[in-house]
């Protein structure tokens, strides 16, 4: 599982609603590995689960996936690359 560096000390917690966002600023090689990672799990199925050691984000989606490229060629260039991820509206919780 693609799993971040921690920004806070809090109890691990499961995201499932609200809103909720986190950046980390990365080394070359944890990026990379963090790419991997979530990498293998989109092209094993159409669930993922992003996570670090306070907070956990399982997600099931489904297709189209949304790719974004935006760069910016001006006095500080930036290249930003973007995966939109929508939730699988066929995936359907029912409880028994």
Request: charged fraction near 40%.
């Amino acid at each position: 599982m693609p799993e971040l560096p921690n920004n806070e000390s809090n109890d691990q917690r499961i995201v499932t609603d609200g809103y909720f966002e986190r950046e980390v600023r990365l080394s070359r090689k944890a990026t990379a590995t963090f790419l991997r990672e979530l990498a293998d799990q989109v092209e094993d199925g159409n669930e993922l689960t992003v996570s670090s050691d306070d907070w956990e984000i399982p997600f099931t989606f489904g297709e189209p996936i949304e790719v974004e490229v935006e760069f910016i060629g001006e006095r500080k260039r930036e290249l930003e690359i973007e995966l939109e991820f929508e939730w699988d509206e066929d995936d359907h919780l029912s409880i028994q």
